[in-house]
């Protein structure tokens, strides 16, 4: 069984969003796929919201611990199908993007703690972004403690600047931790495909 990249490769992963294919073939960390032996309703049962659109799709990660829904805007990376802890989501062509949307599942209990999270990951993002930009505050999901973070990072190739946000949710009762990254360019779809990202996590849930 391979262990999960360190949380900064998560970060690494944003400042390289727009070449990020070459990047996550360099992170290509596989565990076997585990099943749940409680019982899980089919995907027919699964709640959508009232806010969630008739249209939208829905992600079904019972190894991760969760699922969601998501626009279909969106398209998940091929690549990442056979993972059970990394799943992105793209706009368009993955390798010139107008966003991107990355759940990964940390599911060592050690590196599940807001504490941990806030060290490994949050500081990584902090130092990222531009001068007078960030934004963060303590939170809550579904009766776990979380950190959210937005502001602007420089892509380091191209120079440009996009707009970053990183959710990180706690470990509970022996689940899995969980970071959430967007990232999208500034362009005339940025408030479409912000609204949209808002509404796929608010979907979230676990099992």
Sequence with gaps: MKSLPPPKILIFIIAFVFSVIIVIGGIFWYINNKRIDTYIPPVSQLERSPEVPANWKLLEARPEGYWLYYSPSW???PSLEESTELKAFWIGDSASSDGLYIISAIKEPTRGTLEYLDVNFANA????TVQGTLIEEKVGVQGRDAISLEGKITNVQTKEIVNANLLLISA????????ISAVLRNNSMYEKYLQEVLLMTLSLRFF
């Design 75 to 77: 398209t998940i990376d």
């Design 125 to 128: 993002f902090r130092q990222q």
């Design 172 to 179: 509970k009762d022996g689940k899995p931790a969980y970071a």
